[in-house]
């Protein structure tokens, strides 16, 4: 249909044209193929809703994940833990004042400080060295690259070594579980030259391995320059070190004591004793080791267990050989005397459960990520609880060991620990959205659909 308007303007006319088709036929064809469109734009958009919205719900959850779980790495690798309670009594004169340069005094099971003196006072170390010696030897005897059966060739060097020995002779051939016992009971410096020998192939890159160890177990305030404690330029310890050192010694290498403990050692016809005068008193000492030399005084780490306790004492400068044993027992009396270790928390016990959103379970148990004593004073010793700090819920996927929540140790409300709650399981995320993103999607479906009947609905009125 033509319809034709003819305007009037100035001396001409301006011919306006309007065409619409009016056909039947065309009409329905446009309305099928707009139908066809709307159709195809609804389930193009349902499938799209349905694919992407999961995955961008649980896109910040898996970065939560991740970084927990980093968290969780980063704890299991920390170096040994000496902590200061509030109770801990320091070197100001009184009963407890220690007639030594320093002197400190650790729970060596909780790793609380119950007594510092001068604790971070760089003192020579006399034969406090050969402690780290022996570490490293055990060390090597657990990695199975040094057998207690091995035998040892006896250098110039290790023969000419001043002070105390256990006198071997150049070329002997020593079983590594002899030169042992020469360091530990009888503080040959010879034997400690021998086995350094052996193990590093010579003393200096012995000694650059005891410095590595002492920095990754926590010893911040110490350095060696040799494998035995004789006078050298640059080598010191602090009493903090020490039982830094004896702590972690002890807890990796437990059988050590045993060798401590020995109060005599023959080799080659001569007898020596065990200069540790507390191993000769029935007070549960087990070791550790003397020391002393001009520049620094007499020296003693000393441990003791009693009743699941364990001790350890340090003293250094002390002007006397019985000086140093009178002021370590003082310490390890005072210790168990005032203080009692209390298990708060074991590693593994089961917490929680914890509510899961978005799993194919509803739940995931709880386990506590390590163990928790904590020392108190002996009257407080009932006043210790435990406080799980839990999250509302946490959000599927989740991995064994994730770390979900926090536990706190508390000694009369306060807060002494805190270590992670991790999870007991996996939790695999469900398949299907949750029901308010499948409710959201209906809806929007819905208005998507009207839309697209109003636009049919227009069509057909034109």
Partial sequence: MWIGVWLKKGSGFVNLEICLISSRKKEQTMISHDRNRVLSFLSLSLVLFLVVSPHLALAKKGQTSSKNQAAANAKRQQTARISQPAEASRGERGP???????????????????????????????????????????DALRAGTLKLSDTVTISEKAWRIQGSKMFIKVGDRVKVEDLMKGIAIQSGNDACIAIAEHLAGSE???????????????????????????????QFV???????????????????????????????GIRQMNRNLLLYKNIGVDGLK???????????VATAK????????????????????VEAQKLLEYGFRNFATVEA??????????????????????????????????EKEKSVSIVPRLPEYVTAPIRKGDALAKLAVQNEGHVVREIGLLA????EKSLLPPLPILLGAGGGLILIALVGFFILRHRRKR
């Fill in 345 to 378: 928390v074991k590693k593994g016990t089961v917490f929680g459960p914890l509510r899961v959103k978005r799993g194919k379970v509803k739940e995931v148990g709880l386990i506590a990520s390590e163990d928790v004593r904590i020392t108190v004073p002996r």
């Fill in 306 to 325: 009693r009743d699941g306790q364990r001790m350890i004492a340090v003293v250094m400068g002390c002007e006397r050989p019985n000086t140093r044993a």
């Fill in 96 to 138: 407890l004042y220690c007639d030594a340069r320093a002197a400190f005094l650790l729970d060596a099971l909780a790793g609380q400080v119950l007594y510092e003196q001068n604790a971070d006072q760089r003192i020579p170390p006399a034969s406090f060295v050969k402690v780290m010696t022996l570490y490293l030897v055990y």
């Fill in 238 to 268: 602090t009493a903090r070190d020490m039982a830094i050192l004896a702590k972690r010694y002890i807890e990796d290498h437990p059988e050590a004591l045993a060798l401590h403990s020995q109060t005599e050692f023959e080799y080659n």
């Fill in 424 to 427: 007991a399981s996996d939790v």
């Fill in 290 to 300: 003397t020391g002393h030399i001009e520049e620094s005084g007499y020296h003693l």
């Fill in 204 to 234: 200096d890159v012995f000694v650059a391995k005891m410095n590595e160890k002492a920095k990754l177990i926590g010893m911040t305030n110490s350095q060696f320059r040799n494998a035995h404690g004789m006078p050298a330029e640059g």
